[in-house]
């Protein structure tokens, strides 16, 4: 027993992590996130945008996301009544600052990379790009084609017919016939489900999409271990020196082909220079999108399909057949000529074919080297010489230590995320809300980092000299 209380300052330690959270936050510049601090704004006071940034990213570091829990835990747990300083705003509140400050919190991993430059954990030499998949906050029943939506639509103007009917009937029948109360409401629903029948049409007919969902018109069904999904595609970069995420990005694309090129540029402009190494798995396999990234000078670390599946070639392989550059035609392992025939359109794929097709007939080969009648076909690439060269790059022995570091670095964040602050699923929908929510857990995992890399006292003490 005790004589006098004591205070809750006294009951968090000195090197508690909950204080590295508090200094973390108050060193973010919130003009730059775009959250104005106006201290003589008149009107009804509101909660200083600082508490509720810090009520977030110290909630989701330890699986609290849930608005309602958030307000729980500042009614119960020590830590987050000393980090809220006594501060007990409700669920709704929460939820309204999440939801209307999406901009700002997508902002948030970027100065946390920026803060880990400056404190040297951030080298921005070598870059390593992955993506998981993590389900939206949608059902995968949601999601249906064009003609179902028509045959909606066409369900809900009958409805509104037979209500329109109705109510021409009480109108006739004036009195004693029942109120028109229930007949506006369901009009008023019918009329509200057209139009976001009519919505989901015209975002079909805008973005040639196959299948929309209803609930999240910008998520996509996605294949994973776990199954078929309404899902979103989260892209990470992680800088090679401490495995600290550098940016993210979640995409509507199911696989990774496209995202090499873009994902890299936003990293370099999150650390302001670009990077020296740039590396993937074989699912960022494009050579368009490598090219974009090679031309700047930056080494590309990203494996062919073949070569990630370290499948022997035939002796009959198209590495097999030579190429004249001057003559622009093949020549098979017995040296016969393959001469240009036509080009693909859609991707600029050249194709290459036997001159004669007795040749490849009459050939001791036939069978191994090819089986149709009609002889051999190549197809070569617009930029076939850079495949080759990246294909070279990647079998370099300082390219392979590289690529060997790559799972370990890459694939860290993402079991953090999911097994330790298990997150299944995204509780914002919209891309921007998803934006929003993969930025700040990517925080919570660079604060982690920090905390482990450094210790908590002197990362106080660098995040308070800033």
Same mark, same amino acid.
């Given at each position: 027993?005790?004589?006098? #209380?004591?205070?809750?300052?006294?009951?968090?330690?000195?090197?508690? #992590?909950?204080?590295?959270?508090?200094?973390?936050?108050?060193?973010?510049?919130?003009?730059?996130?775009?959250?104005?601090?106006?201290?003589?704004?008149?009107?009804?006071?509101?909660?200083?945008?600082?508490?509720?940034?810090?009520?977030?990213?110290?909630?989701?570091?330890?699986?609290?996301?849930?608005?309602?829990?958030?307000?729980?835990?500042?009614?119960?747990?020590?830590?987050?009544?000393?980090?809220?300083?006594?501060?007990?705003?409700?669920?709704?509140?929460?939820?309204?600052?999440?939801?209307?400050?999406?901009?700002?919190?997508?902002?948030?991993?970027?100065?946390?990379?920026?803060?880990?430059?400056?404190?040297?954990?951030?080298?921005?030499?070598?870059?390593?790009?992955?993506?998981?998949?993590?389900?939206?906050?949608?059902?995968?029943?949601?999601?249906?084609?064009?003609?179902?939506?028509?045959?909606?639509?066409?369900?809900?103007?009958?409805?509104?017919?037979?209500?329109?009917?109705?109510?021409?009937?009480?109108?006739?029948?004036?009195?004693?016939? =029942?109120?028109?109360?229930?007949?506006?409401?369901?009009?008023?629903?019918?009329?509200?489900?057209?139009?976001?029948?009519?919505?989901?049409?015209?975002?079909?007919?805008?973005?040639?999409?196959?299948?929309?969902?209803?609930?999240? #018109?910008?998520?996509?069904?996605?294949?994973?271990?776990?199954?078929?999904?309404?899902?979103?595609?989260?892209?990470?970069?992680?800088?090679?020196?401490?495995?600290?995420?550098?940016?993210?990005?979640?995409?509507?694309?199911?696989?990774?082909?496209?995202?090499?090129?873009?994902?890299?540029?936003?990293?370099?402009?999150?650390?302001?220079? #670009?990077?020296?190494?740039?590396?993937?798995?074989?699912?960022?396999?494009?050579?368009?999108?490598?090219?974009?990234?090679?031309?700047?000078?930056?080494?590309?670390?990203?494996?062919?399909?073949?070569?990630?599946?370290?499948?022997?070639?035939?002796?009959?392989?198209?590495?097999?057949?030579?190429?004249?550059?001057?003559?622009?035609?093949?020549?098979?392992?017995?040296?016969?000529?393959?001469?240009?025939?036509?080009?693909?359109?859609?991707? =600029?794929?050249?194709?290459?074919?036997?001159?004669?097709?007795?040749?490849?007939?009459?050939?001791?080969?036939?069978?191994?080297?090819?089986?149709?009648?009609?002889?051999?076909?190549?197809?070569?690439?617009?930029?076939?010489?850079?495949?080759?060269?990246?294909?070279?790059?990647?079998?370099?022995?300082?390219?392979?230590?590289?690529?060997?570091?790559?799972?370990?670095?890459?694939?860290?964040?993402?079991?953090?995320?999911?097994?330790?602050?298990?997150?299944?699923?995204?509780?914002?929908?919209?891309?921007?809300?998803?934006?929003?929510?993969?930025?700040?857990?990517?925080?919570?995992?660079?604060?982690?980092?920090?905390?482990?890399?450094?210790?908590?006292?002197?990362?106080?003490?660098?995040?308070?000299?800033?």
């Amino acid at each position: 027993m005790c004589l006098l #209380p004591q205070s809750v300052e006294e009951y968090v330690a000195p090197d508690a #992590p909950v204080r590295v959270y508090d200094a973390f936050v108050n060193a973010l510049d919130f003009a730059g996130l775009g959250i104005a601090i106006n201290p003589h704004k008149v009107g009804n006071s509101s909660y200083h945008p600082k508490a509720m940034l810090k009520l977030l990213v110290y909630g989701y570091s330890y699986g609290v996301r849930s608005s309602r829990k958030l307000e729980q835990e500042t009614h119960n747990n020590l830590t987050f009544i000393w980090l809220m300083g006594g501060l007990k705003p409700d669920f709704k509140t929460i939820a309204e600052f999440r939801r209307t400050n999406k901009q700002a919190l997508s902002g948030v991993l970027r100065q946390c990379a920026r803060l880990c430059i400056k404190l040297d954990l951030i080298a921005g030499n070598v870059l390593f790009l992955d993506g998981t998949k993590i389900r939206a906050n949608a059902s995968r029943d949601a999601t249906h084609d064009r003609a179902w939506y028509e045959q909606q639509l066409v369900a809900v103007d009958q409805r509104i017919a037979r209500l329109l009917e109705q109510c021409e009937e009480q109108d006739r029948g004036e009195e004693g016939l =029942g109120s028109f109360v229930t007949i506006d409401n369901h009009l008023g629903k019918a009329e509200k489900l057209k139009q976001k029948i009519e919505t989901a049409l015209q975002e079909i007919n805008a973005t040639e999409k196959d299948k929309l969902n209803g609930t999240d #018109p910008e998520c996509a069904i996605m294949h994973s271990i776990q199954g078929s999904h309404a899902s979103y595609n989260a892209q990470m970069v992680v800088d090679g020196k401490h495995s600290l995420i550098v940016h993210t990005d979640p995409v509507s694309d199911s696989n990774d082909r496209n995202q090499f090129a873009h994902q890299i540029n936003q990293a370099n402009h999150v650390l302001e220079n #670009p990077c020296m190494v740039a590396c993937a798995d074989a699912g960022y396999a494009n050579t368009n999108e490598l090219e974009k990234i090679d031309e700047q000078g930056i080494t590309v670390i990203v494996p062919s399909q073949r070569q990630a599946q370290r499948t022997e070639e035939s002796p009959f392989s198209k590495s097999c057949f030579t190429y004249d550059h001057e003559q622009d035609c093949y020549y098979c392992p017995e040296g016969n000529r393959l001469t240009y025939r036509s080009t693909y359109r859609k991707n =600029g794929k050249c194709t290459y074919k036997i001159e004669r097709a007795a040749l490849c007939r009459s050939c001791s080969h036939f069978g191994q080297c090819t089986r149709s009648r009609e002889g051999r076909k190549v197809v070569r690439l617009k930029n076939e010489v850079v495949k080759q060269h990246l294909e070279a790059q990647y079998q370099q022995p300082s390219s392979q230590q590289i690529y060997a570091r790559r799972k370990a670095s890459v694939e860290h964040p993402f079991g953090h995320i999911k097994r330790n602050l298990k997150v299944g699923a995204f509780l914002l929908r919209g891309i921007a809300g998803v934006r929003a929510e993969l930025s700040v857990l990517a925080t919570c995992f660079d604060v982690t980092r920090m905390i482990k890399l450094i210790g908590t006292t002197p990362l106080i003490q660098a995040l308070n000299a800033l």
